[in-house]
């Protein structure tokens, strides 16, 4: 029987007397300050994504406890030179990476955990700050998405989006529902764009490229590319004329 112990509350914010929104501000912009890093070799976190995470490594079984007691919250930053990993140095991590918030972890009996993680935001890594701790830690700002386009543009993009996965989904045999229901989930151009890299991008340097791209039209633009890229493997290109 599994007798690990599931913790999905955020901590401190009943403690408190300002409102949980307040609470949440607060403690992401500490976060930001003070942020630890887990460098990963293929995974990049996107906004608004949900990614489950299995932590075994003594390091950030420390990492996961310290930042459930505190802010929930974590970089996963891509490693830009994954061979790095394997040396005694710390390897470098790409700058601009997905700060997320852990909304659910399960503590097995022998230490290790599984977690989801939900993206928040695309941050820059502005500095490395020195640590006592086992992990790395940084410090960050916020990167905000620019529009790229007019909001006629964008719309007309977004909905050219949807209308390409629409076509994916019937093309897939399984799973497109779930991946209509995802799209429909999607209010705004940006959050379409990202939910969208992280389930159907696989590449991790193009998921990276992604990451870093801040105007929306682009991405909206490159998400287009990869969906017809995609559909027409399973099809051929005259299922998209």
Not at 42 to 62: M, S
Not at 76 to 88: K, N, V
Request: no cysteine; hydrophobic share 40%; aromatic share 2%.
């Amino acid at each position: 029987m599994d007798t690990g112990k599931l913790v999905e509350e955020l901590p401190g914010a009943q403690d408190r007397d300002v409102p949980g929104e307040e609470v949440r501000k607060q403690l992401y912009q500490e976060a930001l300050r003070r942020l630890p890093m887990f460098p990963l070799p293929n995974v990049v976190l996107f906004p608004h994504a949900l990614l489950p995470l299995h932590i075994f490594e003594p390091r950030y079984r420390k990492l996961t406890r310290d930042v459930l007691a505190s802010h929930r919250m974590l970089t996963l930053s891509l490693l830009a030179e994954p061979e790095d990993a394997a040396t005694d140095r710390p390897p470098r991590a790409e700058s601009i990476a997905g700060i997320g918030e852990i909304v659910m972890a399960h503590e097995l009996p022998d230490g290790r955990f599984n977690l989801v993680v939900r993206g928040k935001a695309r941050i820059k890594i502005e500095e490395e700050l020195p640590s006592d701790e086992p992990y790395r830690l940084v410090r960050a700002t916020e990167v905000h998405d620019e529009p790229g386009a007019s909001p006629l543009e964008l719309k007309e993009a977004d909905q050219s989006l949807r209308l390409l996965v629409g076509r994916l989904a019937e093309a897939i045999p399984e799973g497109g529902e779930l991946l209509r229901q995802v799209v429909g989930a999607q209010e705004s151009p940006g959050e379409l764009a990202d939910v969208l890299a992280a389930a159907l991008v696989v590449d991790p340097r193009l998921r990276q490229q992604l990451l870093e791209t801040r105007e929306v039209a682009r991405r909206l633009e490159r998400l287009s590319q990869e969906v017809v890229a995609m559909t027409g493997r399973l099809h051929g290109p005259s299922h998209l004329s």
